[in-house]
């Protein structure tokens, strides 16, 4: 009923404009009108635009909603569909790491889980890597150190999802995630590589993939499985049960995105959150020390650093 109204509202409008604005103004002109609408018409009830106030101050993993700038709104952050998918995902890492761990989730102060709305200011064609949606996201502010941020982008694309230290997508309308089951699938496999994961030193690992588990990859396909990425017993190369965004946190945390940033920076390729954070001394194995220039990024401070990408 709404789309309709706005249509014939449009074309009474088009035959007013026709007569005082010709030719290229007048086209303009009606983009920029159909724009603000449509923005304006994200403002809905128990949507944030914004990160809401933590209710803990441990790291935690945020999520959004994210859209193309044209893309149609099927209000998955307030419906309530994507809360229970992705709750349903950490009872899959709960179940993974035997009971033991699950991620923390951004909580709002009402219990429910703190989503964000964040639609992109230009229209893209679902092939895109993830430069500029990591650039566009923290310079909006998702950039603190302390979170995990993963969208799922309500689009088409030539993937089923994207990650890297620190932002994570995956693409609700690709042929990759037909499903809930697959949703959930492939926002653990990409949660995992926002975590780092798996790192040169991981036991088995092939191109940041881990062969017979949840980030097996187009080799072996995925699989409920942590594997050797989990309380692996080698102090020389990061754990995934050391990781601050798991609940409970263990007793020898390390923070992903200061440790992968860390590299990043000594090759040119991030910036680190903190200049003076020291990573050698505990992460010693003989794969870390030269660190892979075009394999080590990471996204923290991306608008600041984009055109180095």
Request: glycine content about 8%.
């Amino acid at each position: 009923m709404i789309n309709n109204t706005i249509t014939i509202c449009a074309k009474d409008w088009a035959d007013i404009l026709d007569v005082a604005l010709p030719g290229k103004i007048f086209s303009e002109f009606i983009i920029f009108l159909f724009s603000s609408f449509s923005f304006a018409s994200d403002e809905k009830p128990e949507r944030y635009f914004k990160d809401q106030p933590d209710v803990t101050n441990e790291p935690q993993v945020h999520f959004i909603y994210l859209l193309n700038k044209d893309s149609e709104d099927r209000e998955w952050d307030i419906n309530g569909k994507m809360e229970k998918e992705l709750l349903e995902a950490n009872e899959k890492m709960l179940k993974m790491t035997k009971g033991n761990q699950k991620f923390r989730y951004d909580l709002r102060e009402d219990g429910k889980m703190d989503i964000s709305f964040v639609r992109f200011d230009k229209q893209y064609e679902g092939n895109y890597g993830m430069n500029y949606p990591d650039a566009y996201l923290t310079k909006l502010g998702f950039n603190n150190p302390n979170k995990l941020y993963f969208a799922w982008v309500d689009v088409g694309h030539r993937d089923g999802g994207q990650g890297s230290v620190h932002h994570g997508y995956i693409f609700l309308k690709s042929k990759y995630n037909p499903s809930k089951n697959k949703r959930i699938l492939i926002t653990l496999h990409e949660l995992m590589h926002v975590n780092g994961f798996a790192w040169p030193c991981t036991k088995g690992a092939k191109k940041s993939h881990k062969f017979g588990t949840i980030i097996g990859g187009p080799d072996g396909g995925d699989k409920y499985n942590l594997g050797g990425l989990y309380n692996h017993k080698d102090p020389t190369c990061p754990d995934f049960k050391d990781s601050v965004f798991l609940e409970p946190t263990s007793s020898t945390p390390f923070n992903p995105v200061y440790l992968k940033c860390a590299m990043a920076a000594e090759v040119g390729r991030g910036i680190s959150p903190d200049s003076n954070y020291e990573w050698r001394d505990r992460y010693s194995h003989k794969k870390l020390k030269k660190i892979k220039k075009k394999r080590t990024w990471c996204t923290y401070n991306r608008y600041k650093d984009f055109n180095n990408f």
